[in-house]
C-alpha cells in the first residue's frame, strides 16, 4: 500500500472520537484517499489485485448502492470493522493467492483475548460475531466474483456447517465437501 494512503473504513482516532453520532461517525469511516482510489482501478483488473482493494471496493458498493436501497448503517459499521481486522491482518495479499489458511489464522486471532484499542478490556470474538464475520467476508468475495465482476475466483469458497455432532465448527471447501458426500453416497 502506497505510503500515507488509508484504507477506506479507517479513520484516525480523533476524527472517530469527535464524530459524536453514526452518521458523522460513518462519515469518518469513509475516508477517501485519492492516491488509494486512482491505483484501485489498476488493483482491481484481476485477482492479482490486493485483498484490501476488493473488500474495500465491497464497502464502498453497501454504502453507495441505489437498487437495492444502501445497507443500514449500524451494519455497514459492523462490517467494515469485520472487514477492516482482515484487511489489517491480509490486506497487502494478493487476492489470488488468499488460501483457506489466511481465514483461519484470522479467525483464531480474533477469537483470543486482546486489549480493545480504546478502551483497554480484554475482548475476544464470541460465536455469533464470528458467523457475521465468515457472512460478511463470504459475502464480499462473491458479491467481488460475481456483480462485482472484480476477480475470476472466489477465494472463500468454502462450505460452513451449521453444526457439528461433536458441537465443534469447522470450514471447508466446498470441493471437499462435495468430495465427502459423494464418497458417502457410494
Same mark, same amino acid.
Given at each position: ?10 479513520? =484516525? ?60 448503517? =449500524? ?87 451449521? =453444526?457439528? =455432532? ?21
Amino acid at each position: 500500500m502506497p505510503r500515507g494512503a488509508r484504507y477506506v473504513g479507517s479513520a =484516525s482516532a480523533e476524527s472517530l472520537a469527535q464524530a459524536r453520532c453514526l452518521p458523522h461517525r460513518l462519515a469518518a469511516l469513509f475516508v477517501r484517499n485519492e492516491e488509494i482510489f486512482g491505483r484501485t482501478a489498476d488493483g482491481l483488473a484481476g485477482d492479482r489485485g490486493p485483498v484490501w482493494a476488493v473488500l474495500n471496493a465491497r464497502l464502498q458498493y453497501l454504502k453507495t448502492r441505489v437498487e437495492p436501497e444502501p445497507v443500514a448503517p =449500524s451494519t455497514l459499521e459492523m462490517r467494515a470493522y469485520v472487514i477492516n481486522s482482515f484487511i489489517a491482518m491480509h490486506g497487502d495479499v494478493a487476492v489470488r493467492d488468499l488460501t483457506d489458511s489466511h481465514f483461519q489464522r484470522w479467525l483464531h486471532a480474533m477469537k483470543q483475548e486482546r486489549p480493545h484499542p480504546k478502551t483497554g478490556k480484554k475482548v475476544k470474538w464470541g460465536r455469533s460475531t464470528v458467523r457475521l464475520a465468515i457472512k460478511a467476508l463470504r459475502g464480499a468475495f462473491k458479491w467481488a466474483r460475481g456483480p462485482g465482476k472484480l476477480v475470476s475466483v472466489n477465494p472463500l469458497d468454502i462450505h460452513v456447517p451449521s =453444526s457439528d =455432532s461433536l458441537g465443534v465448527r469447522v470450514a471447508m471447501l466446498n470441493a471437499e465437501y462435495n468430495a465427502m458426500v459423494g464418497f458417502a453416497r457410494r
